[in-house]
């Protein structure tokens, strides 16, 4: 029997290099036994086991890389995917006005509210038929796929800018949520003493041609958790002021993509 024989990558090997030189440093600065070592160990093959690790990634881990990656570079910051994006969302086709409605159910509950972008790149060009993906959480805090009793794809779908980059979408207001708790996730928040809300967001990603795929947030001015988010996603460039308009809640933000190099 011929033995497949893999190819190097070399790459993979640099970045594993680097990574035994921090963590050496690491290990020497928090002077770790190997009793601590062997505990983390079993805390993460249970994270694995639970299914949470795409959740504790993007909750603790992936902040410290958008920013190593983003703050000091052009255009709208990105926030957190987040453990909730569920692949091949319906296009949404049904409007009111000018406003596309995101699928969700006929007797949906929740405070309506109208939300409006631009989106444009860091040349300052608009970029029209900019694919807009969007999801978010129910009136109830639970997103649909998940731990809701909701169809699929509620509260999720994508549509695209018009001409001059410009979209809109009517949706209900988001509101804050706890991550999970009842597994090593919330074992990690009980032993650093950490609160495991998020303030109320809505979840965005743009796409254009010639452009960095751009995935991020929008938060809303006032949310009591804005401060103290657990997952720390929270940007002040993607906040926004929620205002009420005859009964209606509205809001907006413009987004600047980069071009790919």
Do not use: C
């Not at 900019?130 to 009136?139: G, L």
């Not at 410009?166 to 988001?174: A, K, L, Q």
């Not at 991550?179 to 796409?207: K, S, V």
């Not at 009591?224 to 809001?251: I, S, Y």
Request: glycine share 6%.
């Amino acid at each position: 029997m011929q033995t497949e024989t893999l190819k190097k990558n070399e790459r993979v090997e640099e970045v594993f290099n680097l990574f035994i030189k921090h963590i050496q440093g690491f290990l020497q600065e928090a002077k770790l036994n190997h009793e601590e070592y062997t505990n983390f160990v079993d805390w993460a093959d249970r994270l694995g086991r639970k299914g949470e690790l795409p959740l504790f990634a993007d909750v603790f881990l992936e902040t410290h890389v958008l920013r190593a990656m983003y703050t000091d570079k052009p255009g709208t910051q990105p926030s957190l995917l987040g453990p909730y994006f569920v692949e091949n969302s319906p296009k949404v086709e049904a409007k009111d006005g000018n406003a596309y409605i995101l699928t969700q159910r006929p007797d949906e509950k929740g405070e309506v509210m109208y939300f409006k972008g631009n989106v444009s790149s860091t040349n300052g060009k608009p970029l029209a038929n900019t694919k807009v993906e969007m999801w978010q959480n129910d009136a109830s805090g639970k997103y649909s796929s998940f731990d809701s009793d909701a169809p699929k794809y509620n509260f999720r779908g994508h549509f695209f800018t018009d001409n001059n980059g410009d979209f809109e979408v009517r949706s209900i207001v988001p509101l804050p949520y706890s991550i999970p708790t009842d597994g090593p996730t919330g074992e990690f928040l009980d032993y650093t003493e950490q609160h495991p809300m998020r303030p109320a967001h809505l979840h965005l990603m743009f796409e254009a041609e010639g452009h960095e795929t751009l995935i991020t947030q929008v938060f809303f001015e006032g949310d009591e958790w804005l401060e103290t988010d657990v997952a720390d996603g929270v940007r002040l460039d993607l906040m926004t002021t929620l205002r009420d308009e005859n009964g209606v809640k509205k809001a907006e933000l413009d987004f600047v993509m980069r071009e790919e190099n």
